[in-house]
């Protein structure tokens, strides 16, 4: 348990806010909160704010909105309420501050309403547990069993490895965008495996970097695996977090003089000297080029990290012994 935070200005006197619910079973609905008001989260049909899942405790924790400072508590639940990824007894909350309870992510927002909300909310499942009938204002409950849900967009994936490793939840966080779906194993909070359905050859050790570049999108976590793998990985997410984006900054500076992704490498027509005059080290690279047969192909098909690779290749492009096109 980690003391309360110190936090900066919560918000004016008589400041209102929202509880935004971006992941979970109750995702895309709000629960507006009034100067005075004291709200308590937990399973027991009898509450302010009622979460209907196993991960949630009957009383789980109780949110405060007095003289502007919203607040939340935790009331002793078994898997703990969370801040911005970090486990809380009790903590002051800004706008943009995430909530984790159970399988609910919970975004503070500003509230626009003028009128006070009247008498007690509360979220209840009718019989089917299929849907959600408030007091005051509905907030929809999805049809899918409750887990963790959204988009990234929403909470970035960063955000969500941290989360995750603090809250220790292991099951699989399957990304979706666009172009592809990628996949992260997680143990307990450590990472165990990744991989991107684009690119089936990519080591789990490259794809768990790659999959950084997933900035939109959507988000779940599903139930753990079953699955033994060849070579699991054993990182955290703070690991993760440094080397990707230390790997995404040095990448950002390269990008400029970087080809497409789809541009096929080969030999210039003019060489600047033999080949056999290269060192071995360069060979190799040539080689990796002619693999992947693309500037992308061969990221994918190199054993060492991108930015290892883009440099690499860069080099010799720009020493005349390799060509994009």
């Given amino acids: 348990m980690v003391s309360p935070r110190k936090t900066e200005k919560s918000g004016e006197h008589g400041r209102r806010y929202a509880l935004r619910f971006v992941s979970g079973k109750y995702q895309g609905g709000e629960f507006p909160l009034s100067e005075g008001e004291e709200v308590v989260v937990g399973r027991s049909s009898d509450l302010d704010m009622v979460l209907v899942e196993e991960m949630v405790s009957r009383k789980h924790a109780i949110f405060r909105l007095s003289g502007g400072v919203l607040s939340v508590e935790d009331q002793g639940s078994t898997n703990g309420t969370f801040v911005n990824g970090e486990r809380i007894e009790k903590a002051n909350l800004n706008e943009g501050d995430r909530v984790l309870i159970g399988t609910s992510i919970l975004r503070v927002v ?36 409750p887990r963790m849900s959204g988009s990234l967009e929403e909470i970035p994936l960063p ?143 190199a054993s060492g990290t991108d930015l290892e690779t883009a440099r690499a290749l860069l080099g010799l492009m720009e020493r005349g012994w390799l060509a994009a096109g």
């Fill in 110 to 145: 500003g509230s626009d309403a003028t009128s006070p909300v009247e008498g007690r909310r509360s979220l209840l499942d009718n019989a089917t547990q299929k849907a959600v009938r408030p007091r005051t204002n509905e907030l929809p409950a999805s049809q899918e069993p």
């Fill in 159 to 301: 955000d969500l490895m941290q989360l995750f490793s603090t809250s220790k939840k292991s099951g699989v966080l399957v990304l979706r965008n666009a172009e592809s779906t990628g996949r992260l194993y997680l143990d307990l909070g450590r990472i165990r495996h990744a991989e991107i359905n684009t690119s089936p050859d990519l080591t789990p050790a490259k794809a768990v970097y790659r999959l950084l570049n997933f900035t939109r999108g959507q988000f779940a976590l599903d139930p753990p695996e079953d699955r033994a793998f060849e070579e699991p990985l054993d990182l955290s997410a703070t690991e993760v977090l440094m080397e990707g984006f230390r790997q995404l900054d040095e990448l950002g500076t390269l990008r400029e003089r970087l080809p497409p992704h789809d541009a096929v490498l080969s030999l210039p027509k003019t060489l600047p000297g033999h080949l056999r005059d290269l060192p071995p080290e360069d060979l190799d690279w040539i080689e990796i080029a002619f693999r992947g047969r693309t500037f992308g192909g061969a990221l994918d098909a």
